[in-house]
């Protein structure tokens, strides 16, 4: 009876030990490397019974291709990414814009149209929010994490780890909105 009181008082110490969990920070959601890319099929709906039914649906592809790394002003090293557009995949892509990007220990930044974004924060986590356009002059965007290191499945492909930024996810009566980037 002894022994087994004295095995049990160590598997007790042993569960109750407190190390510590390393930290995921979710850095691998925002790639940095020269060269990476990504593929986004876009459909883009407007629908408004205000102005007579007016409904349009576009559908396109957008690339975004990692360019080489520059030095901004605050001393960070920052990407360029080169965007190109294309209707359907049997077009060539056409390049429309170049936006820059950088990551920092706490933040993923992304420069459109000469907005500052803040696209994510690290450490991933679901009690995390904050606000996209803390650093541009637009009206509050709150942002926030969802399904995080789940499985995403698109037609084409399956994703075994993904996050999604939650950007707006408002219904009511007569509206629905939603943004999200996974």
């Keep these: 009876m002894r022994f087994l ?5 160590f598997i007790i110490l042993a569960c109750n030990k407190n190390e510590p969990k390393p930290i995921i920070y979710g850095y691998e959601y925002f790639p940095v490397s020269q060269g990476h890319y990504q593929v986004n099929n876009v459909v883009d709906m407007f629908h408004d019974e205000a102005l007579g039914a007016v409904h349009h ?3 396109y592809q957008i690339k975004e291709v990692i360019a080489e ?3 901004d002003e605050e001393g960070d090293t920052i990407q360029k990414i080169r965007r ?3 209707e359907n995949d049997t077009l060539s892509w056409e390049i429309q814009d170049i936006w820059t990007q950088k990551r920092t220990a ?3 930044e992304v420069v459109e149209e000469n ?5 994510m924060v690290f450490a991933i986590a679901y009690n995390r929010n904050w606000n996209g356009n803390a650093l541009n002059n637009e009206d509050a965007l709150n942002c926030y994490y969802e399904n995080i290191y789940e499985p995403y499945d698109l037609p084409v492909c ?3 780890s993904t996050v999604i930024v939650e950007k707006e996810n408002f219904l009511s009566v007569i509206d629905y909105s939603r943004q999200y980037e996974v």
Excluded: E, W
């Excluded at 009181?5 to 008082?9: K, L, Q």
């Design 5 to 9: 009181t004295f095995i049990s008082f």
């Design 57 to 59: 649906t576009n559908y």
């Design 69 to 71: 790394a520059l030095v």
């Design 84 to 86: 190109y557009q294309r």
């Design 106 to 108: 706490t933040t993923a």
């Design 115 to 119: 907005d500052r974004m803040i696209k």
């Design 158 to 160: 399956r994703f075994d």
